[in-house]
């Protein structure tokens, strides 16, 4: 029983020893899985931020220019002074680094002022959004058009404009810069995201003006109708994963609106990528948590089997101290232990016990005409005719001593188990084992049979010892009959 018991607690503290390692192990992964994605997020909330600060920087800048040329437009002195000298007046100042034309477009939407030359270009933008927007809405402000072809250079881009009012407050042309799509690109295209990193510029009603990786045909596609996108439309900032409709890689996006300006800007990490490294240690860790866990395992498995081994090994001990070698009956200690049981059992239940006491006849005298080890032969044989004659799953049958058996019968009365101790008597003799300093020329037995009701009173020891006595009756009265108290 201390044995279980100390089985079923190594048992429960291995199992919560491996629980405890498994629950660490999980702690550790998504600790280090959060604290990548943290690490993620907040590079890309700052990178977001930086962009976003460059570009109300630049559009600011673009913003002032116009807010100056319109200035200059306005006043009626300018248009007094010789061409030269009016266009250096509003253009000296601009540079096309980052712009490809800085013009001044009358109500008809005809060039009348060109950044690049004293004499204008010639042509007209009267069909064009970014000029249509300021006819007949006087408080537009800036506005940011959708990627087009510039009809002067025939390059991509998108064009910044602002109304011109007349004193009245009527309409009197736009003054208009353009940026090419290749400078949106040029501030983009030198951060390194990784592998599957994304940046992108939008227009507030989800337009793509810029992104990379660059896809040519992409730039100018409506995207406000995907969920990514109609997401980041729905607040100034934020963050959040998705897969893109562009290339299906599946990211975590951070977005902020650019202020002041109808932009939208946009970085992301590839969610697999970024976390490939947390992958292959978790890869690890895993196989370490396995391998331990297995180790508590076998070590609990081999000890488990060095438990069972050494418990089979202690009952086989205690086995051989309650059998009879010979016979391989249950021997005296053991059938005293049982013969107690039973009596208690009697007890409780008011029924009768009866025992017989089975002693071989003339033992010695064989054993000194045939030798010990047909003696020896002879008790095995007289165990196993007591084992086929008593067979009920209470009974017992043990050797007692020397060449003495005795036998044990809960709940059966004197004549019950006088008539079993007669048919065992019986079934010596047809065993026909020769025996010639036997009176019948056989072996034969004495079969003393005494009974009691151990509710009356008395003990089983004083049951034994009337057997007992009535076996040596039995052989006082001629040897090989029954007897019985």
């Known amino acids: 029983m201390k044995e279980l018991i100390r089985r079923h607690y190594l048992s429960l503290g291995i199992g919560i020893v491996v629980t405890a390692i498994v629950a660490l192990s999980s702690m550790i992964a998504v600790r280090d899985r959060d604290a990548i994605h943290q690490r993620a997020q907040d590079s890309s909330r700052n990178l977001v931020i930086l962009l976003s600060r460059d570009l109300s920087t630049d559009f600011e800048a673009l913003d002032t220019l116009l807010a100056g040329i319109i200035k200059g437009a306005n006043d009626p002195a300018t248009w007094e002074m010789a061409p030269e000298l009016r266009h250096r007046l509003l253009f000296s100042h601009v540079t096309f680094s980052d712009i490809s034309a800085v013009l001044l477009v009358n109500t008809n939407g005809d060039i009348v002022m060109d950044g690049k030359s004293v004499v204008p270009r010639s042509a007209n933008f009267s069909d064009r959004e970014w000029f249509r927007a300021h006819i007949g809405d006087a408080d537009v402000g800036l506005y940011v058009s959708h990627p087009l072809r510039n009809r002067l250079t025939g390059t991509m881009g998108i064009v910044l404009s602002r109304r011109i009012s007349q004193p009245d407050g009527s309409f009197g042309g736009v003054a208009a810069v353009t940026v090419p799509l290749s400078a949106l690109y040029d501030r983009v295209k030198a951060l390194d995201l990784g592998k599957g990193g994304d940046v992108t510029i939008l227009r507030d009603d989800g337009t793509l003006l810029a992104r990379k990786p660059l896809v040519a045909e992409e730039i100018g596609r409506d995207l406000s109708r995907t969920p990514n996108v109609r997401r980041a439309m729905m607040r100034e900032a934020g963050s959040f994963g998705g897969t893109s409709v562009l290339d299906g890689v599946r990211r975590h996006y951070t977005f902020k609106r650019v202020d002041g300006f109808p932009l939208i800007l946009s970085v992301s990490y590839a969610v697999d990528e970024v976390m490939a490294p947390w992958r292959h240690g978790i890869a690890l860790l895993a196989s370490v948590t396995l391998l331990i866990c297995l180790s508590l ?147 034969t037995v004495s079969i003393g049979v005494a009974s009691a009701e151990p509710w009356t009173g008395g003990d089983c020891d004083a049951l034994l010892r009337d057997a007992d006595a009535a076996m040596y009756r039995a052989k006082e009265s001629g040897r090989n009959r029954v007897c019985r108290v």
């Open 297 to 443: 395992v076998l070590l609990l498995l081999m000890f488990r089997r060095e438990l069972r081994l050494r418990q089979e090994a202690q009952a086989r001990v205690e086995n051989l101290a309650r059998t009879d070698e010979l016979t391989s009956l249950p021997n005296r200690r053991a059938f005293r232990e049982r013969a107690a049981r039973i009596w208690q059992a009697a007890c409780r239940d008011r029924s009768a016990v009866s025992a017989m006491f089975m002693d071989a006849d003339c033992f010695k005298k064989y054993n000194d005409h045939y030798g010990h080890g047909k003696g020896d032969e002879l008790l095995r044989k007289l165990a196993e005719t007591l084992k086929a004659r008593v067979r009920r799953a209470g009974d017992m049958v043990a050797r007692y001593g020397g060449e003495e058996f005795v036998v044990i019968l809960p709940g059966t009365g004197i004549d019950d188990a006088a008539k079993m101790a007669e048919d065992i008597r019986q079934a010596v003799m047809g065993m026909n084992v020769p025996h010639v300093q036997n009176g019948p020329g056989v072996a």
